[in-house]
């Protein structure tokens, strides 16, 4: 089972990116899908999730209107598009994978946890 994100960089703020995950080693079009972050000296702040059929997602306050999920089952991945970005969304974003509705960041919870990417957003 693994989970390798990409696309992490450094954007001005006001900017855009696109993280990708790609799944390898499980049925991805079964396993809720999700994103996590971690900012400099602190705690895990779940971002993002989608259901497996890619026709639900739900966002953090903090995110909410900025950022998008999606996925492509075909492709076992799945993105999450960040627009309008602010200083503090610096952080390093992980991809999870669950077989069910996680509502906790605790990383044992969850069947698959990705290294992470690193998004550093500054002028």
């Known amino acids: 089972v693994q989970l390798v994100e990409s696309g992490g960089g450094l954007v001005q703020p006001g900017g855009s990116l696109r993280l990708s995950c790609a799944a390898s080693?499980?049925?991805?079009?079964?396993?809720?899908m999700y994103w996590v972050r971690q900012a400099p000296g602190k705690g895990l702040e779940w971002v993002s999730s989608?259901?497996?059929?890619?026709?639900?997602?739900h966002y953090a306050d903090s995110v909410k209107g900025r950022f998008t999920t999606s996925r492509d089952n075909a492709k076992n991945t799945v993105y999450l598009r960040m627009s309008s970005l602010k200083p503090e969304d610096t952080a390093v974003y992980y991809c999870?994978?669950?077989?069910?509705?996680?509502?906790?960041?605790?990383?044992?919870?969850?069947?698959?946890w990705g290294q992470g990417t690193q998004v550093t957003v500054s002028s």
């Open positions: 989608i259901n497996p059929g890619g026709e639900s997602s």
């Open positions: 080693g499980f049925t991805f079009s079964s396993y809720w």
């Open positions: 999870a994978a669950a077989s069910r509705l996680i509502l906790t960041t605790v990383p044992t919870d969850f069947d698959s």
